[in-house]
């Protein structure tokens, strides 16, 4: 009989130990409002700052249920104000190509870009927030199927120059003629 309950002791402590141990830290890129919910119309319960290490809970969409043992709060961020891992943002400083793939390229150039729009000159990619592209998973695409219902209502979206034309008259708007503009210097 002890020996069950040794057993069932075991069992249940693996079972509760595990999931706390599976929870991934990150670290809070952008001062970011914590919500109730994964929504932004959910009640907002405070905010974590920027710098601050978290446990990453779970992930639902673009949100990610996190807890500050700092700010001692839970709940649920935007999934781009939380970098993964307990490292804290890094600055790219080398003119190496990124071999992580196209999107992976295209964020790296926007981040790049997004210096060259700022006033000040010493602008850094660190105060960049980017959303990342993650798509669907390898599951996820093998059992993807067309929903050709919501294929058909998407349809009924779609304009046309009769209905174009009455939107234009119920709002009072006109069409205006604008000549070509050549390519010439005069």
């Known amino acids: 009989m002890l020996m069950k309950h040794f057993i069932l002791l075991a069992v249940l ?4 130990i595990a999931p706390l141990q599976a929870n991934q830290q990150g670290i809070v890129v952008r001062t970011a409002a914590v919500h109730a919910s994964p929504s932004h119309g959910a009640q ?3 905010e974590i700052t920027a710098g601050t290490t978290v446990s990453i809970f779970s992930r639902q969409g673009g949100w990610k249920e996190v807890f500050s043992e700092e700010h001692s709060i839970i709940g ?3 999934s781009y104000q939380v970098r993964e891992g307990n490292a804290a943002p ?3 400083t080398t003119n190496e190509s990124d071999s992580r793939g196209f999107l992976a390229g295209l964020a790296s150039f926007s981040r790049k870009a997004s210096s060259f729009f700022k006033s000040d000159s010493s602008a850094t990619s660190s105060g960049t927030a980017t959303i990342g592209v993650r798509g669907l ?3 996820e695409i093998k059992t993807a199927r067309a929903d050709f219902a919501e ?3 998407m349809i009924k979206f779609a304009s046309n120059s009769k209905r174009a034309g009455s939107f234009a008259r ?3 708007l006109s069409s205006t003629r604008v000549p070509h503009i050549s390519g010439k210097k005069q």
């Open 76 to 78: 649920w961020v935007r």
């Open 151 to 153: 294929f058909e209502k």
């Open 137 to 139: 998973s390898e599951e």
């Open 44 to 46: 907002r319960v405070g």
């Open 170 to 172: 119920q709002g009072g």
């Open 13 to 16: 402590s693996v079972l509760l």
């Open 90 to 92: 890094v600055v790219e």
